[in-house]
DNA sequence: TTGAAAGCGTTACCAG
DNA sequence: CTGGTAACGCTTTCAA
């Protein structure tokens, strides 16, 4: 009990070489189902568990992926890690988790995990990427890296996301169609490509509507619900407040919902507010959260997929997946009110 | 560069044994500092990296710690994940993330791992052990396994948790504080112990502040949104509804929440309504949540503290640590409505 | 203080 | 098909 029986055991008892044991363990066609099978019983009977720490070395695998994001406890990740966790898992892979703080000095550890192996794979999800680093020298061929959700430009990696700019004129689209002409945005941090990506699909929709973005509306916040309490303050202290606003994410359009309230105006009956990302609290939010969903576990499983592709050298060049949004119409957007407007034209 | 340099060849530049470069590299006193500079200098310039499996297995550890959830989709383990990894990662070891489903089938497994040695230790927040298996063998010494956020009972294990059963109290307490007399529990499953700590909780206080619980007053969601919706509605329904509502953590606030609205009642001035958990968007809520916050990122880190302890043997005996909760008071709850009443006394 | 050498438990090559 | 054996890259006795 206290010692772990190994391969060599079992071939001393099944009186058979250890590897032969090796192949009959592995289901090697290179032995007899005779044989196999003696060396199974013996396995069975002495309570054989294989060391995967010995079979790594020697395989020079690590059957572990690493799944780095910025920030822990953002819930956004939550569902990308289950539909990743489901295929690494199908696959035998385990996940390493990695979490960098926005430290490039942290992210650049978890490159040099790669690079020394102690993970065949990453996925990558913090729109950054340490410069210069080996693993992504070009001479070694295509890095075992999938970027996903955040894109990182002319990097030559993998990458799973959603298309930020049509989804963001969706949202716009869907505010215009109901009569709304003053619309704000409120931006993510914009040294992001993802925040501009989204601004710039707001720009391109309001240019497509007709609709004239004074210089006031787009304030940027950083994702946080105390920023979009404090961008929607500003642009209702303004002259020209919005009939509808459209956040970069759910957690500022709960923020600019909350600070309506307190100035007492209705959603979405005096102001219409939209979001992105659908999170699990927004459809039960009050009210209910209109909102851009991405297929979360999708795109999780897509990049964890993508990754083994790339490990298993089954695709060397690195391609591009995007995954379909789809708007969530809940009830925090309706009609833009219809008050006679005393702005001078 | 595209061999990778190992200690053999740090040998030969520094001329020095194998042995010595391991002792140098790994600051072992055994060796002088004129040799240790010497080796130094040599693996820089080769730009040695050490491989981390090889040693662990010579070393015969992981360096990795498992942290198993039921349900890797729950935003409440994040900020845990977070504490976990940061005093993890102070002490060398790398997470692997864990996840049940539920199911008892993926947990052995990852007992098994444990068995196996794929990781040194384990954070367990399933609440329940797969029956019998070896590693729980009270023959093989204290497992390295600190059970966190939900109790498992008798199971000789070391635990970080918080007192349950008197933070439940302690909302009670505040309901009735503000006068409610009619104060109903939506419970959670009551197959666990987590959800019958609770109710006990609300019982005892109930019982102390000389308040009834009527038969229906007690209604088992599953801590879902739809489920606490589902469960104020039969409350709602019934003949006698509450005037407050201490639902057994905050998504199922948030669907009772909701409900009442439908339902055209309004929070807190006809229902009050308290949760817990304090999950991030409890605050920004509307009406922003009172609940029963429980020191997140503090219990992962005591946690894996531990772990650490009992991993390194300086501690053999299973502790329980409890954690201190705090009622956070918000906005869903307020006085009682006094309005008389007029049923049957 | 250093070196030689024996593992850690597998897998995979090469003969037979 | 099977067996012997050399790796995988490191740490750690044991001697010197």
Redesign the pocket.
């Given at each position: 009990m206290s010692e772990?029986t190994?391969?060599?055991d079992i071939a001393r008892v099944a009186?058979?070489?250890?590897?032969?044991v090796?192949?009959a363990?592995?289901d090697s066609?290179?032995?007899?189902d005779?044989?196999r099978e003696k060396v199974r019983a013996a396995a069975n009977r002495l309570n054989?568990?294989?060391?995967v720490r010995?079979?790594n070395?020697?395989?020079?695998k690590s059957m572990a992926v690493l799944l780095v994001v910025r920030n822990m406890s953002n819930p956004f990740y939550l569902e990308i890690f289950k539909g990743v966790e489901a295929v690494a898992r199908a696959a035998g892979y385990v996940l390493l988790m990695g979490n960098t703080e926005d430290d490039p000095a942290r992210e650049a550890e978890y490159f040099d995990m790669l690079r020394d192996g102690q993970a065949d794979g990453m996925i990558l999800m913090t729109g950054t990427l340490p410069e210069g680093h080996a693993v992504l020298d070009p001479a070694s061929g295509a890095p075992p890296i999938v970027v996903a959700l955040e894109a990182v430009d002319d990097c030559g990696l993998a990458h799973v996301q959603i298309d930020n700019c049509a989804a963001a004129k969706q949202a716009v689209r869907h505010l215009a169609s109901l009569g709304h002409r003053k619309i704000a945005h409120i931006c993510g941090p914009l040294p992001e490509i993802l925040s501009r990506l989204r601004r710039d699909g707001y720009r391109k929709a309001m240019a497509k509507a007709g609709l004239e973005i004074p210089r006031n509306y787009e304030p940027a916040g950083d994702y946080s619900i105390q920023s979009g309490r404090a961008c929607c303050a500003a642009l209702f202290d303004a002259d020209n407040p919005p009939t509808a606003l459209f956040a970069a994410n759910d957690e500022m359009a709960f923020g600019a919902i909350g600070e309506l309230r307190r100035r007492g105006l209705r959603v979405p009956e005096d102001v219409s507010v939209i979001g992105f990302d659908d999170l699990f609290v927004s459809e039960s939010y009050s009210p209910p959260l209109t909102t851009i969903s991405q297929p979360r576990v999708d795109i999780g499983r897509t990049a964890m997929t993508m990754l083994l592709d790339i490990i298993g050298a089954r695709q060397s060049v690195p391609r591009t997946i995007e995954m379909q949004t789809e708007l969530i119409v809940r009830q925090s957007t309706g009609k833009a009110p219809n008050k006679l407007e005393i702005s001078a034209q």
């Open positions: 772990r190994k391969i060599k009186g058979v070489s250890t590897a032969t090796s192949r363990l592995s066609a290179l032995v007899t005779a044989t054989y568990r294989l060391n010995a079979r070395l020697r395989i020079q």
